[in-house]
């Protein structure tokens, strides 16, 4: 079964830096992976996806890279904001079980102003 | 892309009552997602809904508990049975247009709150 873990837990970093968030899986066989954006109590937001055939994406300030080969994923956000404070979370489309997603437990951000 | 109507987005339920979240896609789509995620956890697969026959539940999660219906391709239900605290979550459904293998989109989620 594949498992998807996000390091750090939580990060609180200054209005204004640079940051990186890991997502690392078990299994390398994936279709895709996707990052997820989630307010306190609210639904997922979709940042940006990554096939499999890719190595990065970029959206805005974002870039996710994807190495499939060593199950890693990062998100790359520049210049955070206050309003980048979310839950940042990972999920991977294993091709090994049809097209069931599975979900690290996400990194709580916190840009401070 | 596709856009996800979730209703109601939070409620506050008596124990052994039952509520009925709606979803509601701004397109057709082969399969709905039915998630659950729990107060700190991530998100966990309740079932796979397609249109025209039944649910198919993912381990732990049985019909009578959360029985789901799909009536046509933009429109689904879940229903949580005979509640307890223990089921205090937030459930978010969830699309893949297209063959189901490509992006995912969620609707914004229903807070539920067991007393």
């Known amino acids: 079964k594949q498992e998807v873990t996000q390091i750090p837990a939580a990060l609180s970093v200054p209005e204004g830096e640079n940051l990186v968030l890991n997502c690392s899986f078990t299994?390398?066989?994936?279709?895709?992976l996707q990052w997820f954006r989630q307010d306190p109590g609210k639904g997922l937001t979709s940042l940006l996806l990554i096939q499999s055939s890719q190595r990065e994406q970029t959206s805005g300030r974002l870039n996710a890279s994807l190495d499939k080969s060593s199950g890693r994923s990062t998100l790359y956000i520049a210049a955070s904001q206050p309003g980048d404070s979310a839950t940042y979370l990972c999920a991977v489309r294993s091709s090994n079980t049809g097209n069931q997603f599975y979900f690290g437990t996400g990194t709580s951000l916190t840009v401070i102003p | 892309s596709a856009v996800i109507s979730q209703k109601p987005s939070r409620d506050i339920c008596q124990r052994g009552t039952s509520l009925t979240i709606q979803c509601q896609v701004d397109s057709q789509v082969t399969m709905m997602f039915w998630y659950r995620q729990q107060p700190g956890q991530s998100l966990t697969l309740i079932a796979t809904a397609n249109q025209g026959s039944e649910a198919t539940y993912e381990s732990g999660f049985v019909i009578d508990k959360f029985p789901i219906s799909r009536p046509n391709l933009t429109f689904s239900t879940l229903t949580v049975s005979n509640m307890s605290p223990e089921d205090s979550s937030i459930y978010l459904c969830?699309?893949?247009?297209?063959?189901?293998?490509?992006?995912?989109?969620f609707g914004q989620g229903t807070r539920l709150t067991v007393v």
């Open positions: 969830s699309v893949s247009p297209g063959q189901g293998y490509g992006e995912a989109f």
């Open positions: 299994d390398s066989a994936i279709y895709n």
